[in-house]
C-alpha cells in the first residue's frame, strides 16, 4: 500500500544554460534533485520512488538519496513524457493498477508537504495547480512579432505544477496512447485530458516554483531558507 512517487530528471536544462543539467546545481550547497529527493522521502505514506534518469548520468550515484532502499532509477527519454513512461513501465511490472502515483517534477524542489497532503485528499485524478495571477492575452503572430488577439478570463486560467496524481494503470494507458497518437504531452494532465478525463484542479501555492532560469536558484533558496529557518 501507499503511494509512488515519479520523478522525470532526464532534462539538459537548455533554459538554466548552465555548465550541467540544473538537477545537479547546486542549492543552498546542495545538488537541487538531493534537495528534491530528500522532500519527497519525508513525505507519510510514501511506497517509493521512481527517478528517470539520462543514460549519460554519472552523478546520481554519488548522492546520498540514491542509496535509500525506497528509491529506484531507470533510463529517461528524450521529452519529458518519454522519461515518465519509462518510470511507469517500470512501475506498472511490480505494483498493482490502482496503486496511486505522484509524477514531481525534480526541478521544483520546494513544494510544500501541505499540499502533497491536499492533493492526497483530494479525488485519484488530480493536479496541483495555480490561479493565474496575470492578466492573460492570447497572441496572434504577425509578421514583426507576436501581438494580442484577445484577452481571456483570466479566472479559468490555472498553471500547471507538480505533483500530478492519478491510479498507475490509469496514467500508463493514457500516457502510453497519448503519445502514441502524436498528442502534445507537456504534463500528466494533458495524456488524461487526451484520454477524456477531466483531472482535479487543487489549489496549490505560489512558491512552488519550476527551478527553470538562472534566477530560480537565488528564488528556490530563499523560499527554502525562509521556511526552514
Ligand atoms: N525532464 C526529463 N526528461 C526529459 C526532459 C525533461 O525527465 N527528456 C525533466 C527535467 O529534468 C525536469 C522536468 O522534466 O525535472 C521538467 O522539465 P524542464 O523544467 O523543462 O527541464 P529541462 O527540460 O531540463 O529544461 P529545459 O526545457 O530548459 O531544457
Ligand atoms: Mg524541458
Known amino acids: 500500500?501507499?503511494?509512488?512517487?515519479?520523478?522525470?530528471?532526464?532534462?539538459?536544462?537548455?533554459?538554466?544554460?548552465?555548465?550541467?543539467?540544473?538537477?545537479?546545481?547546486?542549492?543552498?550547497?546542495?545538488?537541487?534533485?538531493?534537495?528534491?529527493?530528500?522532500?519527497?522521502?519525508?513525505?507519510?505514506?510514501?511506497?517509493?520512488?521512481?527517478?528517470?534518469?539520462?543514460?549519460?548520468?554519472?552523478?546520481?550515484?554519488?548522492?546520498?538519496?540514491?542509496?535509500?532502499p525506497r528509491v529506484h532509477r531507470v533510463t529517461g527519454g528524450a521529452e519529458r513524457a518519454d522519461s515518465v513512461l519509462a518510470a511507469l513501465d517500470f512501475l506498472a511490472a511490480r505494483e498493482a493498477p490502482e496503486t496511486p502515483v505522484l509524477v514531481h517534477d525534480a526541478a521544483r524542489p520546494c513544494v510544500a508537504l501541505e499540499d502533497i497532503?491536499?492533493?492526497?485528499?483530494?479525488?485519484?485524478?488530480?493536479?496541483?495547480?495555480?490561479?493565474?495571477?496575470?492578466?492573460?492575452?492570447?497572441?496572434?503572430?504577425?509578421?514583426?512579432?507576436?501581438?494580442?488577439?484577445?484577452?481571456?478570463?483570466?479566472?479559468?486560467?490555472?498553471?500547471?505544477?507538480?505533483?500530478q496524481r492519478a491510479p498507475l494503470g490509469l496514467l500508463h494507458a493514457c500516457l502510453r496512447r497519448a503519445l502514441a497518437q502524436g498528442a502534445e504531452v507537456t504534463d500528466e494532465a494533458s495524456a488524461l485530458e487526451f484520454c477524456g478525463h477531466s483531472p482535479r484542479l487543487v489549489p496549490g501555492r505560489s512558491d512552488n516554483i519550476k527551478v527553470t532560469h538562472p534566477p530560480d536558484i537565488v528564488l528556490a533558496e530563499t523560499i527554502l531558507r525562509l521556511r526552514y529557518a
Open 117 to 163: 497532503e491536499k492533493l492526497l485528499r483530494a479525488e485519484p485524478v488530480a493536479l496541483l495547480a495555480q490561479p493565474a495571477s496575470d492578466t492573460v492575452k492570447l497572441s496572434r503572430k504577425d509578421e514583426s512579432g507576436p501581438s494580442v488577439d484577445r484577452t481571456l478570463d483570466r479566472g479559468s486560467i490555472w498553471l500547471a505544477q507538480t505533483p
Open 1 to 68: 500500500s501507499g503511494f509512488w512517487v515519479v520523478v522525470p530528471a532526464a532534462g539538459v536544462g537548455r533554459r538554466m544554460g548552465a555548465d550541467r543539467p540544473k538537477q545537479y546545481l547546486p542549492l543552498l550547497g546542495r545538488p537541487l534533485l538531493s534537495l528534491t529527493l530528500r522532500n519527497i522521502l519525508g513525505w507519510p505514506g510514501l511506497a517509493g520512488v521512481v527517478v528517470a534518469l539520462s543514460d549519460r548520468d554519472s552523478d546520481f550515484s554519488y548522492l546520498s538519496e540514491s542509496k535509500d
